[in-house]
């Protein structure tokens, strides 16, 4: 008679990552859960009473093929870290902050230590911006998996006032665009990247940099959750734009009304060295399809604030462009 971990699934094994993971959420949760890892669902109490008017944001997504390079240098804790940052920056953009996070670990074969590493990067980064990990699904799934692979996806709840939220509608021609600076790819653009970079170039050293290649590629996602709340209070942000999948070209048209474009004015926000190191092997215009050029979120701001601005996120900010009278919604480079 077959069993199941005859077809390759080992229940004892997920029972044992949930034994490991179970301490690493409850690290994050404070009295509003009422339920967290164990049951078929988390439970959370929102405190109405803090809000006038809560408007609940959601989001969801991935860490792409970055995971294949964290997984393959044993970088489990810092791929979890990235995911959860991901999420914050998405809910961000709408001006929430983060109220709960779950998550989804699937893989070819579990290995309950790789799995609560890969957690305990998830709940270092919730209690970084005082966010719940509220529970999760780990999957073992032979046959669709490669061994010794995994891949993980994240789902965050944030909150904010209706009144407080961001949604791009009072952008205007004549706005300064700010850029709060990526460390480099963050989660997006690693299927083009590992393609073009051979696996035995990842240890060399990026010129005048002195990080390894893989290092470069596996900077952390950083959240902008803190830059972002301090900015806030001394100025009035019109428009968020998180710089991930199809880049800068791609992500802020997304927020910006109808007759208006962006200009960008290259050179003026710090290029971390992998985008140089990436330019010889692929066209230019792909570049800036693909990676975010040193750009993790765009902020956009009235131009009499800019300087408020820039002087609040002294060092941490830059401006780079401006928003212009356009009959489509697309973004200009300036060389």
């Keep these: 008679m077959?069993?199941?971990?005859?077809?390759?699934?080992?229940?004892?094994?997920?029972?044992?990552?949930?034994?490991?993971?179970?301490?690493?959420?409850?690290?994050?949760q404070g009295p509003e859960v009422?339920?967290?890892?164990?049951?078929?669902?988390?439970?959370?109490?929102?405190?109405?009473r803090r809000y006038q008017q809560p408007v609940l944001v959601a989001s969801t997504d991935g860490v792409g093929t970055k995971v294949l390079l964290a997984s393959e240098a044993g970088r489990?804790?810092?791929?979890?870290?990235?995911?959860?940052?991901?999420?914050?920056?998405?809910?961000?953009?709408?001006?929430?902050a983060p109220l709960f996070f779950l998550d989804y670990v699937a893989t070819s074969v579990l290995d309950p230590p790789v799995v609560a590493e890969v957690v305990a990067g998830m709940a270092n980064a919730c209690r970084e911006v005082n966010c719940a990990l509220l529970g999760g699904e780990t999957a073992e799934m032979p046959g669709l998996y490669r061994p010794a692979t995994y891949d993980i996806a994240g789902f965050m709840v944030g909150?904010?006032?209706?009144?407080?939220?961001?949604?791009g509608t009072s952008i205007n021609a004549g706005d300064a665009l700010l850029a709060l600076p990526s460390t480099g790819l963050h989660t997006n653009g690693f299927s083009l990247a590992r393609r073009v970079i051979p696996s035995q170039a990842l240890v060399q050293t990026i010129p005048g940099n002195g990080q390894t290649v893989l290092d470069a590629l596996l900077a952390?996602?950083?959240?902008?959750?803190?830059?972002?709340?301090?900015?806030?209070?001394?100025?009035?942000?019109?428009?968020?734009?998180?710089?991930?999948?199809?880049?800068i070209v791609g992500n802020l048209p997304r927020i910006l009304p109808v007759g208006l474009g962006a200009r960008i004015q290259r050179g003026t926000w710090p290029e971390p060295p992998i985008f140089s190191y990436l330019a010889p092997f692929v066209a230019d215009e792909e570049m800036w399809r693909t990676f975010n050029m040193g750009i993790g979120m765009i902020v956009v701001v009235e131009e009499s604030n800019a300087a408020t601005a820039l002087r609040v996120l002294d060092g941490e900010i830059f401006q780079v462009g401006d928003i212009v009278a356009s009959e489509q919604r697309r973004v200009q480079i300036l060389e």
């Excluded at 004892?12 to 034994?19: L, T």
């Excluded at 339920?35 to 669902?41: D, K, L």
Aim: glycine fraction near 12%; proline fraction near 5%; hydrophobic fraction near 40%.
């Design 159 to 167: 909150i904010c006032e209706r009144d407080a939220i961001i949604d």
């Design 76 to 96: 489990h804790t810092q791929i979890g870290a990235d995911l959860v940052n991901h999420c914050v920056d998405d809910v961000l953009t709408a001006g929430a």
């Design 220 to 247: 952390p996602h950083p959240s902008y959750l803190e830059p972002v709340r301090r900015l806030r209070e001394a100025v009035t942000i019109k428009g968020l734009a998180h710089v991930t999948g199809g880049g």
């Design 34 to 48: 009422l339920a967290g890892v164990g049951p078929f669902s988390g439970l959370f109490a929102l405190d109405v």
């Design 2 to 28: 077959s069993t199941y971990r005859d077809a390759g699934v080992d229940i004892d094994a997920g029972n044992r990552a949930v034994e490991l993971i179970k301490p690493l959420a409850e690290s994050t």
